[in-house]
DNA sequence: TTATTCGGACGCTCAACAAT
DNA sequence: TTGTTGAGCGTCCGAATAAT
């Protein structure tokens, strides 16, 4: 049942993303992207939070399938489907609704998640503790930067999973520029592998 | 076997509300 | 002014179905 099929697909790659609450936080940290989020799920059993783009593309937004931060973005890249690969608008909020008085909360939940932690602080403490990545993105050319769950390329005629999910990191405009990470990764994981470290032959 | 569709669970944003 | 709550709306998982 290992299929490369859009759903298949999808889907497999999400669950290395966004489901990823089942690898070991050692694996993750070396070969295996996790969460860019301290995630307060825990790695065994229970799901953790699903990751969600800011706006999906209009194609993926039609298909209903995950999209990236990237345009075009992975998916539309695989069909080839450039030109829809915008982002997709969003409606505006209604405004003026009354909402009748608040309930407050006992803070008995919140308590809970502190004092009771399924998995210790271990999996928040790796995210937050991430060594800083080298300052030398590279940035692919034909593709901007963003989350790849797998490289964009095909190769051949079916695309090669690449099990771990990476990041296409912007291009430093300048040599002087890419002395500052934090500008050249703005918002890229730092669990993230480099576009450059994940070029297959490699 | 692979591609497409789609219902609905889940997650995020932000205006209304409440406290200070 | 600042913090909290929860409705509204968005994303996308995963199963069903269709096409090849
Ligand atoms: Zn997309
Ligand atoms: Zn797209």
New binding site residues.
């Given amino acids: 049942m290992v ?5 298949a697909d ?2 497999a790659n ?2 290395g993303e ?2 990823s609450e089942n690898r070991s936080p050692a694996l993750s940290a070396t070969a295996g992207p996790v969460h860019i ?1 301290p995630i307060t799920g825990n790695t065994h059993g229970s ?10 593309c209009t194609s ?2 039609k ?5 990236d931060d990237a345009r075009p973005c992975l998916r539309c890249v695989k ?1 080839g489907v450039h030109d829809e690969c915008v982002d ?1 608008p ?2 505006e ?13 006992d803070g008995a939940e919140m308590r809970g998640i502190q004092d009771t932690p399924t998995s210790p602080s271990q999996e928040t403490e790796i995210s937050l503790t991430l060594p800083p990545m080298e300052p030398l993105p590279l940035v692919a050319p034909g593709y901007t930067p963003g989350f790849y769950t797998r490289f964009p390329v095909p190769c051949g005629k079916r695309e090669e999973p690449y099990p771990p999910p990476f990041y296409l990191a912007p291009a430093a405009p300048s040599a002087s520029d890419a002395s500052s990470p934090s500008a050249a990764l703005m918002d890229a994981p730092a669990s993230y592998p480099l576009y450059d470290q994940m070029t297959p032959g490699r």
């Fill in positions: 299929s490369t099929t859009e759903s999808d889907g999400d669950q966004s489901r989020y799901r953790s939070k699903r990751r969600q783009v800011k706006n999906a993926c937004q298909a209903s399938k995950k999209c069909y997709s969003r409606k909020r209604k405004k003026g609704a009354k909402r009748g008085p608040y309930r407050k909360r």
